[in-house]
């Protein structure tokens, strides 16, 4: 399995929203960037990074919100689903793997990675969840999951809370 660790990298900056010209003052909105690490230890492999998004969200204090959580890697991806069963991973990615397998005749890029680029578009590389209260808004059994489609590597994830 593999392990997610912070960096000191924090890129902090505050806006002032404009109001609606009704007379009413414009909110504060708070936008902050930070980002952590993920070590990968499997070829493919999904890694729950639900907490190091909760903790990045709550050392920024925003109540009301929301937070983007950006993979910038073309072989790897960011996707919620579910975090209560482990065997939902292992399915996850047999899926795509049989969908789009390691090795086809056709494939022409030359780093032998073919698949894990595919993998990557389909999947996506950002995931955007709510704050309210303080509190991603995930459903009971969801978690953000960093996909790994050509490890072992140490990544990065990138985390923008904007919010009140």
């Known amino acids: 399995m593999g392990v997610a660790s912070f960096c000191d990298h ?15 003052p414009g909110i504060m909105m708070r936008i902050v960037q930070k980002e952590f690490r993920v070590s990968t230890r ?14 990045m969200v709550r050392e920024t204090g925003v109540r009301n919100g929301d937070v983007t959580v950006y993979c910038p890697h073309t072989t790897a991806a960011i996707t919620i689903n579910e975090n209560a069963d482990p065997s ?3 399915d996850v990615l047999l899926a795509l793997d049989e969908a789009v397998p390691r090795s086809r005749p056709g494939y022409r890029h030359s780093e032998g990675n073919s698949d894990a680029h595919c993998k990557s578009s389909l999947v996506g590389c950002s995931e955007q969840v709510l704050i309210h209260d303080g509190r ?21 994830v990138i985390v923008q809370v904007r919010g009140e």
């Open 136 to 156: 991603l808004t995930l459903g009971i059994w969801q978690g953000i999951y960093f996909c790994e489609f050509d490890g072992s590597r140490s990544r990065r």
């Open 88 to 90: 939902v991973c292992h």
């Open 42 to 55: 499997r070829r493919t492999e999904m890694v729950d990074i639900t907490g190091q998004v909760e903790a």
């Open 10 to 24: 924090a890129i902090g900056q505050s806006e002032k929203c404009q109001g609606a010209g009704d007379g009413v």
